[in-house]
């Protein structure tokens, strides 16, 4: 059963950088993809970014070009830099993990399933 931790949430000012982790530990497992969502007060939780193993990313209109997400697969953690935050910014940000299968001796033959870490706060102000 995967955990996932974030880590590196805090206040910025508008301009500023910032930057996340999220480690994901709990035995043996194969995720498909890794990234990052946000949620800010009364709004839904939204896509940030995402990377496959294979290094593939996605990003969300809003932040292309100011984010930058990366992973390293040995460690299990994906990171996401956050460049030039502006106060639309400011949310909750969650790691999430997608396509998660345990594995056993026998393999990775399991259900698949997503989850997510629990999130660490991110605020943009002047």
């Known amino acids: 059963q995967v955990q996932l931790v974030e880590s590196g949430g805090g206040l910025v000012q508008p301009g500023e950088s910032l930057s996340l982790s999220c480690a994901a530990s709990?035995?043996?497992?194969?995720?498909?993809?890794l990234g990052w969502d946000r949620q800010a007060p009364g709004k839904q939780r939204e896509l940030v970014a995402a990377i496959t193993s294979g290094g593939r990313t996605n990003y969300a209109d809003s932040v292309k070009g100011r984010f930058a997400i990366s992973r390293d697969n040995a460690r299990n953690t994906v990171y996401l830099q956050m460049h030039n935050l502006q106060p639309k910014d400011t949310a909750v940000y969650y790691c999430h993990a997608e396509g998660v299968v345990d594995c056993s001796g026998y393999g990775c033959t399991g259900l698949e399933y997503d989850t997510w870490g629990q999130g660490t706060q991110v605020t943009v102000s002047s």
């Open positions: 709990g035995g043996d497992f194969s995720i498909n993809a």
